[in-house]
């Protein structure tokens, strides 16, 4: 067991971006109060100017606050990852955090989620709305939980997952998990490929914790998950499992 103290090590969360100008002003300041991590905000050139907040954020919390505009490239979710993760571990990352910036992701989980990935030496520690202690607030509309439940069963049924909470992007990803990983072989335009990380973690034989939080339904800007994009997430997890992605 590794009881190394987490605040020794270089952390930073990556957060990514699609029209979330008016969290970014409320999520950075509570982030730089609750742990000694740096941020590197990963914008998919934004028109509701998210951009400029990230920008007017990394001036102010220099040098802890970074960004990168995603322009002329195709947008998504994992692709904005992908970038965020491959500059931040060219950097010296340690531990790299991913979550949401639309507030339904609370800083306030962060310490105990490090503790618990010192404590158990875990390569990825998820934060799971359905294990003891987890959950959803009421605020989700019923299409959201329904889909929510749904994508996790389809995970467990086609993929034989064990982690609860296949969907959620509030991770915590140690530098090796992030090397580990093969993100080439990930539908990364939606969120299938938070499914395909964690089947690819456990068939990898990385090892996972799970700590519980509960999810705040946004309160600002507009969610970005499409049925389109709901659906090409459930089809890449099958595809995945009749390609026996590795
Ligand atoms: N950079 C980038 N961020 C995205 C994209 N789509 C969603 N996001 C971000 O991903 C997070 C989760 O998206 P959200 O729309 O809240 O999904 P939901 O919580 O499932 O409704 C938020 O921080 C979004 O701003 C994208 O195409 N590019
Ligand atoms: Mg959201």
Redesign the pocket.
Known sequence: MNHQDWRNKKIVVV??????AENLPILIPQLMGIAPVSVLI???NSPDGSGEAAERLKEQYAPRVDVIH?IGVP???GL?YLDGFQRVLAGGAEIVIGM???L?HSPQYIPQMLDMMMEGDYDLVIGSRYIPGGGVDDAWAWQRKLLSWGAQRWARLLLGVKTRDVTG?FRCYSRRALQTLDFSRMQLDGFGFLIEIIYQAERKGLKIGQSPIIFHD?EHGA???SIRIQVQAMLSVVKNRFTGAR
């Open positions: 957060i990514p971006t699609y029209n979330e990963v914008d998919d995603r947008r998504g979710l904005a949401d910036a639309d339904s992007a946004r969610s970005k998950i």
